[in-house]
């Protein structure tokens, strides 16, 4: 049971080259999240799948896109990068929408 | 939307003794709180949650607090230890049910 994994873990882009940061959750949830966290602001809701089938934008979608391939697996694209998404980005799972939310490590995204 | 305060942004402690942090929301209809610890270089990892209709919850040396009045929650961490120090966040629901999170705290135990 390894719960919640992205890849990669870190990656270097150059402005305007496209990348897609993968999540997998093996704990059969059926709600799953892309998170990008910050210095000094907290993780920002990206996008949101509430089930299988569905997405919602979150607080900061611009510049991204989402595909909630099946149950278990939830990507995040950035079709044309831009500094401003140095991130670390997080994907997380949960059963519903007011339960326990399980993150994964995290991928460092570093666009110059 | 939601808004979440936390305070403060770091906290420094002696070893044994005891760390506050202390969250502030907006909305009326958040119910329910976590809180989450964060470790250098890895993922948030939930400590404790705590829902709105109870006021109090303790896990052995944690406990959280709420007061849905003042609309304010706090995780008291009681003798702490060297593997406490990190970063905490707080999180309450908004009206449909998205987690919105504080800043975060950096919590330092010194021995």
């Known amino acids: 049971n390894a719960g919640v994994t992205q890849t990669p873990k870190f990656q270097v882009l150059k402005t305007g080259q496209s990348m897609t940061l993968q999540c997998a959750q093996d704990?059969?949830?059926?709600?799953m999240y892309w998170y990008r966290q910050d210095p000094g602001m907290g993780l920002r809701l990206i996008y949101y799948s509430a089930s299988e089938g569905t997405t919602d934008k979150g607080e900061v979608p611009n510049g991204y896109n989402v595909s909630r391939l099946n149950k278990r697996e939830f990507s995040l694209r950035l079709e044309s990068a831009a500094p401003s998404q140095t991130s670390v980005y997080f994907c997380?799972?949960?059963?519903?929408?007011?339960?326990?939310?399980?993150f994964g490590p995290g991928t460092r995204l570093l666009v110059l | 939307g939601e808004n979440v305060e936390q305070h403060p942004s770091t906290l420094s402690v002696q070893e044994g003794d005891s760390a506050v942090i202390k969250c502030t929301y907006s909305?009326?209809?958040?119910?329910?709180f976590p809180w989450y610890k964060q470790e250098l270089g890895k993922g948030p990892q939930l400590i404790i949650d705590i829902r709105s209709n109870v006021g109090e919850k303790k896990d052995q040396r944690i406990a959280v607090t709420l007061n849905k009045t003042a609309k304010h929650f706090s995780l008291h961490i009681t003798e702490t230890q060297p593997e406490d120090s990190a970063v905490y966040f707080c999180a309450a629901t908004d009206s449909w049910g998205k987690l919105q999170f504080g800043a975060g705290t950096q919590v330092v135990v010194t021995p």
């Open positions: 909305d009326s209809a958040s119910n329910y």
């Open positions: 997380a799972s949960s059963e519903g929408g007011q339960e326990t939310q399980y």
């Open positions: 704990m059969n949830h059926n709600s």
